[in-house]
């Protein structure tokens, strides 16, 4: 096979003649058909050459990107359309080329200059005479990108005719200069540190932005000063990356004060918020009282008449907890994205929680580790000295040595390498681990040199190559390539593997993957805390270990580098983590993707921003995100919550024997009440009704399901399940004429599972896998955080209607394999149908084959007729988010999270 830089050269070649090339996709045949042609007059390819690139080429014109859905108020005037004739488009025109180069798919490159075309044209015309703001928000994928829709928007922001151009790049320095790096190749087309052309200014250098923040220097008002240029002095745009910091924002606004006097407010200008869910937001309890960061973000728009505002967040439920009513006459109004909100779709390749967490997903990468508490308990002290590093640590990083191995033999030599540990928030304790890490490193390494040239019997001797292959075995027996294969290529697998600590310590080195310094690919083992979150990318990651806990959205899929990009290497990604992180994973993912969906029919809907707003603050995912920002309260807080179109559930279950004990004799004495209304019907009985296995009553008066919800004994993390707010929207059914409800009691079809007699009925046990939840609680944590299977809400419901509607959702949604509840539910809003109450009884086991109740744990669920954002929410009752008791038990993971940030 002929090197890898001849490859690259010819692949290169046959992208740029396909993406001339006008089609919504290519043949596999006219891909062929280039790389042939280009073969011939390169040099002598072989067939396998030739059909290694094609391969790839059409992988990659495969990949495709849609729109998104875009939310706009009343008062947006289109100006682009008639604008666009009379723009230069330089600075866009040459980030296309450099795209193409950095081997983006056409059709990706296509969708980018689309979208940000819609979202130039929503923030306002920079030409327009006389004072105007605009505020917008973008909703992406973490990882997915954001980067260079917004650097993409920049560049025609710049074109079109704004003069300043600012980018809040997150807390931590590290991603600051990341950012800043990104945008040198992107936007400036010079490295602004060592002052040499990169990126797209090897296309063309005839103009380029000013900047007064460089890859490793944030913005230093006496460094400006020593420039002694205004904005005003300035023919091309001004681009400054910095930090959201108070120290640097003040010196930002006092020199934009000083230093342009007269005519700063007759500059537009541009703020690009990147990761706007964090340190923008005010969290104050006195609207009129902002927090630091959030004011000084206003203060900084108040400086220009002519101003837009962008957040960009892959946190959906975040930003919409601004009021969008706040006005502050001395920082002007508050951040709510009123103008606009876009919810971008990823490419087609992105590798999102939808297919790693969701029931549908098709990578089977996550492995539960439990085996770390003896040497890295998850709660530790910062002065904590492991002495080993767990055996499920070791198995991940013999997984990322075969991953750079299967890479190699699939032709990936130059390509980078990553593995994230991320274990502790103490530099002290990252610092221990990276020497434990890598001192086993190079255990495996000399093993690895001393015996992979032998014959593979003879290797095997040896422990360390037996337990690679007995890894081997179990996690990549499905790929194409022997044992045989694999060991003759581990040398040059784990030779360049590095060990790296990414913090503020003094040991710590950057996160660099910069072509010049190491144009063979960097292959490294990165160990950090918050300095591994938020925004920061880890190229070519391939094996995380995670041992974190946390039940907060946006730090939660923040921490979750392991999203993004994996062309050719999905397969061969594995993520380490807890047991409880990876049901939280799960369940955020289900919650997001159903926020996503929502999104779509608010749109149909012609919703604006603000009614955009008010669906999704009233999302019952909202109260886990108001109980964050609002913890330190520790005053309860009102939150008006729609439950139409929802399922409730008990995820989160008390576990003393007396409360157990308690809703036991509740679930029988319903019973009780029930049999003496009418006798259940099961799933023997005739089929005019879908009947999961169990006992379904129709026609239950709503006066024992009040009764039921009212004395079951509740956790009060399981916030949707709070008593009163049920009663309350029970009461409100009850007016629309909803005296009657379906109640589906669960029993398995399973003749071995165990049981229990309950008034005469014979009931199955679910088995459930828990975890600690705290002191008193236990926490569902499989199928998405969820009691029951999204199936069981079809109970009651005419067995033709159910199967038409199942049928429709497939022929809608291909891609997915499974039905989720909100089928149901919008069937039974349909069919005027009844409320659902499904009760469990759950054999709840922490360990394989260990109960933790033999009588059996009762639970429940209602799934209430509806379909969530189809219009602005009604019925909308009360949930008083208890923060006293967030606070008491969630206040120290919150305090470590902020001190980290501190701390990085």
């Given at each position: 096979m002929i090197v890898n830089d001849k490859l690259i050269q010819i692949e290169d070649a046959a992208t740029s003649l396909l993406s001339s090339l006008v089609s919504d996709s290519i043949e596999r045949l006219v891909i062929e058909e280039k790389v042939r042609a280009i073969a011939a007059i390169q040099g002598d390819y072989s067939e396998e050459d030739i059909q290694s690139i094609t391969r790839k080429l059409e992988v990659r014109f495969s990949i495709s990107m849609s729109l998104g859905t875009l939310f706009a108020s009343e008062d947006y005037r289109p100006w682009l359309d008639t604008a666009?004739?009379?723009?230069?488009?330089?600075?866009?025109?040459?980030?296309?080329?450099?795209?193409?180069?950095?081997?983006?798919?056409?059709?990706?490159?296509?969708?980018?200059?689309?979208?940000?075309?819609?979202?130039?044209?929503?923030?306002?015309?920079?030409?327009?005479?006389?004072e105007w703001a605009r505020k917008g928000m973008v909703v992406g994928h973490v990882q997915s990108g954001k980067t260079a829709n917004y650097i993409g928007l920049i560049n025609k922001a710049a074109d079109s005719g704004y003069k300043v151009i600012i980018i809040l790049a997150g807390i931590l320095n590290t991603l600051r200069n990341q950012t800043q790096l990104r945008v040198d190749y992107g936007f400036v087309g010079m490295d602004t540190e060592q002052k040499k052309v990169i990126g797209v200014g090897k296309f063309s250098n005839d103009k380029k932005p000013a900047y007064f923040t460089t890859n490793t220097k944030d913005f230093r008002k006496a460094v400006a000063n020593q420039i002694g240029v205004g904005i005003g002095d300035l023919k091309e745009p001004v681009v400054l990356i910095i930090k959201k910091n108070k120290s640097t924002l003040e010196n930002l606004i006092d020199w934009l004060k000083h230093n342009n006097p007269h005519n700063l407010k007759s500059y537009p200008m541009l703020l690009v918020d990147d990761e706007a869910d964090h340190a923008s937001i005010n969290t104050s309890k006195d609207n009129d009282i902002a927090t630091t960061i959030n004011r000084k973000i206003r203060e900084l728009l108040h400086l220009f008449d002519r101003s837009s505002y962008l957040g960009y967040t892959a946190t959906p439920f975040a930003n919409v907890f601004i009021d969008p009513e706040t006005e502050n006459e001395m920082l002007g109004d508050d951040l709510f994205p009123r103008d606009f909100i876009i919810s971008l779709d990823p490419p087609s390749n992105y590798v999102g929680s939808a297919r790693?967490?969701?029931?549908?997903?098709?990578?089977?990468?996550?492995?539960?580790?439990?085996?770390?508490?003896?040497?890295?308990?998850?709660?530790?002290?910062?002065?904590?000295?492991?002495?080993?590093?767990?055996?499920?640590?070791?198995?991940?990083?013999?997984?990322?040595?075969?991953?750079?191995?299967?890479r190699l033999l699939r032709g990936q030599a130059n390509a980078h390498n990553s593995m994230l540990i991320n274990v502790s928030?103490?530099?002290?304790?990252?610092?221990?681990?990276?020497?434990?890490?890598?001192?086993?490193?190079?255990?495996?390494?000399?093993?690895?040199?001393?015996?992979?040239?032998?014959?593979?019997?003879?290797?095997?001797?040896?422990?360390?190559?037996?337990?690679?292959?007995?890894?081997?075995?179990?996690?990549?027996?499905?790929?194409?390539?022997?044992?045989?294969?694999?060991?003759?290529?581990?040398?040059?697998?784990?030779?360049?593997?590095?060990?790296?600590?990414?913090?503020?310590?003094?040991?710590?080195?950057?996160?660099?993957?910069?072509?010049?310094?190491?144009?063979?690919?960097?292959n490294v083992i990165a160990i950090g805390g918050m300095s591994l979150s938020r925004g920061l990318t880890l190229e070519g990651l391939t094996v995380s270990y995670f041992l974190r806990n946390s039940v907060m959205y946006d730090t939660l899929m923040q921490m979750g580098r392991w999203f993004g990009y994996r062309d050719g290497y999905a397969d061969l990604c594995r993520i380490y983590m807890t047991a409880e992180a990876e049901s939280w994973y799960v369940h955020i993912s289900d919650a997001t993707d159903e926020l996503r969906e929502e999104f779509r029919r608010m749109k149909a809907a012609g919703m604006s921003p603000k009614d955009f707003g008010l669906c999704v603050r009233s999302h019952p995912e909202s109260l886990i995100v108001t109980a964050r920002n609002k913890m330190r309260s520790g005053t309860p807080i009102a939150r008006e919550i729609s439950l139409e179109g929802r399922l409730v559930e008990t995820s989160v279950l008390l576990k003393q024997t007396d409360v157990l004990e308690a809703n036991s004799r509740l679930l029988a004495n319903i019973i009780d009440e029930m049999l003496k209304v009418k006798k259940p019907l099961n799933n023997i009985s005739p089929p005019d009704f879908r009947i999961p296995s169990g006992y379904l009553w129709?026609?239950?008066?709503?006066?024992?399901?009040?009764?039921?919800?009212?004395?079951?004994?509740?956790?009060?993390?399981?916030?949707?399940?709070?008593?009163?707010?049920?009663?309350?929207?029970?009461?409100?059914?009850?007016?629309?004429?909803?005296?009657?409800?379906?109640?589906?009691?669960?029993?398995?079809?399973?003749?071995?599972?165990?049981?229990?007699?309950?008034?005469?009925?014979?009931?199955?046990?679910?088995?459930?896998?828990?975890?600690?939840?705290?002191?008193?609680?236990?926490?569902?944590?499989?199928?998405?955080?969820?009691?029951?299977?999204?199936?069981?809400?079809?109970?009651?419901?005419?067995?033709?209607?159910?199967?038409?509607?199942?049928?429709?959702?497939?022929?809608?949604?291909?891609?997915?394999?499974?039905?989720?509840?909100?089928?149901?539910?919008?069937?039974?809003?349909?069919?005027?149908?009844?409320?659902?109450?499904?009760?469990?009884?759950?054999?709840?086991?922490?360990?394989?084959?260990?109960?933790?109740?033999?009588?059996?744990?009762?639970?429940y669920g209602i799934s209430f007729p509806g379909e969530g954002g189809s219009g602005r929410p009604q019925k909308l009752v009360e949930y008083i988010v208890n923060t006293i008791w967030w606070k008491n038990e969630y206040l120290d993971i919150l305090d470590e999270e902020e001190e980290e940030s501190e701390d990085e």
């Open positions: 666009r004739g009379g723009i230069d488009w330089y600075y866009w025109n040459r980030y296309r080329r450099f795209l193409g180069q950095q081997q983006f798919p056409q059709q990706v490159i296509n969708g980018l200059d689309s979208i940000t075309d819609q979202i130039l044209d929503h923030l306002e015309n920079p030409n327009k005479d006389g790693i967490f969701a029931s549908e997903g098709d990578l089977d990468i996550v492995r539960v580790a439990n085996d770390y508490e003896d040497c890295l308990p998850v709660k530790h002290k910062k002065d904590w000295q492991p002495e080993d590093i767990p055996a499920s640590l070791k198995e991940a990083i013999k997984v990322f040595i075969l991953c750079r191995a299967i928030r103490f530099t002290m304790v990252q610092s221990n681990v990276k020497l434990l890490v890598d001192a086993y490193l190079k255990e495996v390494r000399q093993a690895i040199f001393n015996y992979y040239k032998l014959d593979i019997t003879e290797a095997l001797k040896n422990s360390t190559i037996a337990s690679l292959k007995d890894v081997f075995d179990t996690e990549f027996y499905k790929i194409s390539y022997t044992w045989g294969d694999v060991q003759a290529i581990l040398k040059n697998a784990v030779s360049p593997i590095g060990v790296i600590e990414v913090n503020s310590s003094s040991a710590a080195e950057p996160l660099d993957y910069n072509r010049q310094n190491y144009p063979d690919g960097r129709s026609d239950i008066p709503v006066s024992i399901i009040q009764k039921f919800v009212e004395n079951f004994r509740n956790h009060p993390a399981s916030q949707l399940t709070n008593p009163t707010p049920l009663k309350h929207y029970i009461n409100l059914l009850k007016k629309d004429g909803l005296f009657f409800w379906d109640v589906i009691l669960i029993s398995p079809d399973k003749k071995d599972a165990p049981g229990k007699n309950i008034n005469g009925l014979e009931v199955k046990f679910q088995t459930r896998t828990v975890s600690k939840f705290r002191d008193i609680g236990i926490a569902i944590n499989k199928e998405k955080r969820r009691v029951g299977y999204a199936i069981q809400e079809s109970a009651g419901l005419p067995i033709d209607n159910v199967i038409h509607a199942e049928n429709q959702f497939i022929i809608e949604n291909p891609l997915k394999n499974s039905i989720p509840g909100s089928v149901y539910r919008k069937l039974r809003a349909e069919l005027g149908w009844k409320p659902l109450l499904i009760l469990h009884m759950l054999d709840c086991e922490e360990e394989k084959g260990k109960s933790l109740f033999s009588g059996g744990i009762v639970a």
